[in-house]
Nanobody, 117 residues
């Protein structure tokens, strides 16, 4: 499985961004997926997950502001991020939701999100 995140950039506080994750090499529709982020100097953390049947969960820090979704026909996953805060600054990556079981794939390219005025 190959993973690639894209869509990051510089945004002002209160702004929005939409991240995309391209998945290739496996049957994407069967995989429970997750978005992760690694702030500068900190450990990687799980931000949001979506199961193969579309059930979603969010970290408390992003609940109500971020929305995870998937398009199985396109082998794509998305993260809509609204009301961004400086503390959302991080490299965002995608993978399976391996903390809840299953295979952790090799980390692909992440995408940097910088929230700053």
């Amino acid at each position: 499985v190959q993973l690639q995140a894209s869509g990051g950039g510089l945004v002002q506080p209160g702004g929005s961004l939409r991240l995309s994750c391209t998945v290739s090499g496996s049957r994407f529709s069967d995989i429970d997926m997750g978005w992760y982020r690694q702030p500068p100097g900190k450990q990687r953390e799980l931000v949001a997950t979506i199961t193969s049947d579309g059930t979603t969960k969010y970290a408390a820090s992003v609940k109500g502001r971020f929305t995870i979704s998937r398009d199985d026909a396109k082998n794509m996953m998305y993260l809509q991020m609204n009301s961004l805060k400086p503390e959302d600054t991080a490299v965002y990556s995608c993978n399976s939701n391996y903390p809840f079981g299953g295979v952790r794939y090799n980390w692909g390219q992440g995408t940097l999100v910088t929230v700053s005025s």
